[in-house]
């Protein structure tokens, strides 16, 4: 009986631990979904990174344009567009200048709407992005390094970066 008992358990372990490996290696049903893929975008930015270097919280928010341009003979849809904390929104400015947003952290401050903006084959569009240094308070001072992700409608992303050092 001791015997069978032992055959059991040691069974069920052994099920459990194949069905852990084979979920963590990817084989479990829907973790190809090319939609959540994540991989780089094929958008592209001469400039991702921008650093504000010093600045005053007594100065208000702070803006940085960067141009995000479609390389491609196809045209491609920005699908979302969300920042890495509420501090910081992002628009998309359209080519007769108007603006699309804001898009802002996804599950804070509110919905966050869907860009759901064609870049043409070849063409570009602009991103302009407003960091608020107050948003965290009198206890927002120092270094912050904040990320604007672009999805396009594949699930590939470009991240665009801040940063800043701010003071009072």
């Known amino acids: 009986m001791k015997i069978s008992l032992i055959s059991i358990v040691a069974a069920v372990l052994l099920v459990l631990v194949g069905l852990f490996l084979w979920g963590y290696s990817g084989g479990a049903a829907g973790t190809s979904n090319p ?6 975008s094929a958008l592209v930015a001469a400039e991702k990174s921008y650093d504000f270097g010093t600045i005053s919280m007594k100065n208000g928010n702070v803006t940085k344009d960067f141009v995000i341009t479609n390389p491609t003979q196809a045209d491609l849809k920005v699908a979302s567009v969300s920042t890495s904390c509420m501090c910081t929104n992002a628009y998309i400015v359209k080519p007769d200048g108007s603006l699309k947003g804001p898009f802002g952290m996804a599950g804070h401050g509110g919905f966050v709407p869907p860009a759901n903006e064609v870049i043409e084959a070849g ?5 302009r992005v ?8 009198p206890a927002g001072v120092g270094k912050i390094d904040r990320f604007v992700t672009l999805a396009d409608s594949a699930g590939n992303t470009l991240d665009l970066e801040i940063q800043a050092l701010v003071t009072p």
């Open 130 to 137: 407003v960091y608020d240094p107050n948003a965290h308070g």
């Open 123 to 127: 063409g570009s569009r602009t991103i």
């Open 35 to 40: 939609s959540l893929s994540g991989a780089e």
